[in-house]
Nanobody, 123 residues
Framework: QVQLVESGGGLVQAGGSLRLSCAAS????????MGWFRQAPGKERDFVAA????????SYADSVKGRFSISRDNAKSTVYLQMNSLKPEDTAVYYC????????????????WGKGTLVTVSS
């Protein structure tokens, strides 16, 4: 049974930082590209960042480029999202997701999902 478990969310002031983690189990982690998505209240789930299986090629949504950094540790089956210079508009539930071999920015292409972790940025 595949499980993706996010952690690290919370309440932070604008300009602050958070580091999200997503621990994976039940899959061969090194064969899965990983992504972070977010969903704000009343909005669709959107792409935030992705990373290839080997961790060498990250990609980002324009809205977070330069502020967020995705990384992974295949030995720990964990993917991370370092979020700096947070803004109130970053408030959302953040989900990690997995897709075998290839990254994707599309929600419909992701095979497995975590249950999400809430990030709230106060102004």
């Amino acid at each position: 049974q595949v499980q993706l478990v996010e952690s690290g969310g919370g309440l932070v002031q604008a300009g602050g930082s958070l580091r999200l983690s997503c621990a994976a189990s039940g899959l061969t982690f090194s064969t899965y590209a990983m992504g972070w998505f977010r969903q704000a209240p009343g909005k669709e789930r959107d792409f935030v960042a992705a990373i290839t299986t080997g961790g060498r090629i990250p990609s980002y949504a324009d809205s977070v480029k330069g502020r967020f950094s995705i990384s992974r540790d295949n030995a720990k089956s964990t993917v991370y999202l370092q979020m700096n210079s947070l803004k109130p508009e970053d408030t959302a539930v953040y989900y990690c997701a997995a897709r075998q071999w290839q990254t994707s920015t599309e929600v419909s292409n992701m095979r497995y999902w975590g249950k999400g972790t809430l990030v709230t940025v106060s102004s």
